[in-house]
């Protein structure tokens, strides 16, 4: 059974940057598009940043975009989210996904980690 397990969440002052990992345990992390999402309390969830399994292709939410960076290492089994010029806005919870097309780059996914909060503040 896949699996995913998000770390590196925490706290950061506002401007700083955090890079978020996903691992996927129970398949190959070259066999699935990956996804970032984040959803914040009482609020439905947010698309962040999706990577296709070949990382040719990404896409990225407007309010991310041009802040946020997408990656993948296959070997590593492990995906990640590089977040930068962070603002309090940016304070909830993220998730990653995984999704069985490979080539995907949608707002739906098969796999979904817990999540890890990512706090900013001043």
């Known amino acids: 059974q896949v699996q995913l397990e998000e770390s590196g969440g925490g706290w950061v002052q506002v401007g700083g940057s955090l890079r978020l990992s996903c691992r996927v345990s129970?398949?190959?992390?070259?066999?699935?598009?990956m996804g970032w999402f984040r959803q914040a309390a009482g609020k439905e969830r947010d698309f962040v940043a999706g990577?296709?399994?070949?990382?040719?292709?990404?896409m990225y939410g407007n309010d991310v975009k041009g802040r946020f960076t997408i990656s993948r290492d296959n070997d590593k089994n492990t995906a990640y989210l590089l977040m930068n010029s962070l603002t309090p806005e940016d304070t909830v919870v993220y998730y990653c996904?995984?999704?069985?097309?490979?080539?995907?780059?949608?707002?739906?996914?098969?796999?979904w980690g817990q999540g890890t909060q990512v706090t900013v503040s001043s």
């Open positions: 996904a995984a999704d069985k097309t490979p080539t995907a780059l949608n707002m739906f996914y098969d796999y």
């Open positions: 129970g398949g190959a992390l070259s066999s699935y598009a």
């Open positions: 990577i296709t399994y070949d990382s040719k292709s990404t």
